[in-house]
């Protein structure tokens, strides 16, 4: 073999960068990557607690409800749990890490907006912590729920804005509060629309 031949090691380097970035795809300047889900764990809500469907064939998903637990992450799983509680979210997420559980597959309508026709068309997505202490809203957990956000807009064509992406207390005729004046929207916005 001359020194101009390149050697075995290098061929096969060569030949697995090749592939990754086939299997990527081509890196040009164009628009970023469409948002992906977060890391998340399936924790099931009981079958008492929502309602089986097959959206978005049965109902159009076209919302995001944003909500505050109101109880620590482990008293609301179980009450996400207790089949007498009538109650349940597709997703929650822990205040210190950003932890993400999912209670309720997206094709299956969550019973969290207290308004039929919002459960059937949204996404429900509980954070751990309490309405009257921001100390709750970490960027961590800011962070991880705009990322789970900006994954749900991209799977179902929901814009990136506040028309479409709401508290609870902005569901017609809730009586809720959450997710309060403390929430930060203006951040949360900001980290949905730059999610990749």
């Known amino acids: 073999m001359d ?4 050697s075995r090691r290098s061929l096969l380097k060569g030949a697995a960068v090749a592939a990754t970035a086939a299997a990527l795809g081509p890196l040009t300047a ?5 948002a992906s889900y977060p890391t998340t764990h399936w924790i099931p809500a009981s079958p008492s607690n929502y309602t089986v469907s097959s959206r978005p064939t049965s109902y159009a998903i076209d ?13 609301a799983r179980h009450i996400f749990e207790d089949p007498a509680r009538q109650v349940s979210p597709h997703y929650m997420l822990a205040s210190a890490d ?3 559980a999912q209670f309720v597959r997206e094709k299956d309508i969550a019973w969290h907006a207290g308004n039929w026709s919002y459960n059937t068309r949204s996404i429900g997505i509980e954070h751990e912590g309490w309405v009257d202490d921001p100390s709750w809203f970490t960027d961590v957990m800011y962070r991880q729920s705009a990322q789970l956000t900006a994954a749900l ?10 028309t479409h992406i709401i508290g609870h207390s902005e569901v017609p005729g809730t ?6 004046p403390y929430w930060d929207w ?3 916005m900001a980290y949905v629309r730059s999610a990749v």
């Open 3 to 6: 020194s101009t031949s390149p």
């Open 30 to 34: 164009g628009p970023a990557r469409a």
């Open 63 to 75: 919302r995001v409800v944003i909500h505050v637990t109101q109880e620590y992450f482990q008293d």
């Open 98 to 100: 950003g932890y993400v």
């Open 153 to 162: 807009c991209t799977r179902y064509g929901i814009p990136k804005d506040r």
């Open 175 to 180: 009586d809720h509060t959450d997710p309060g």
């Open 186 to 188: 203006t951040t949360y």
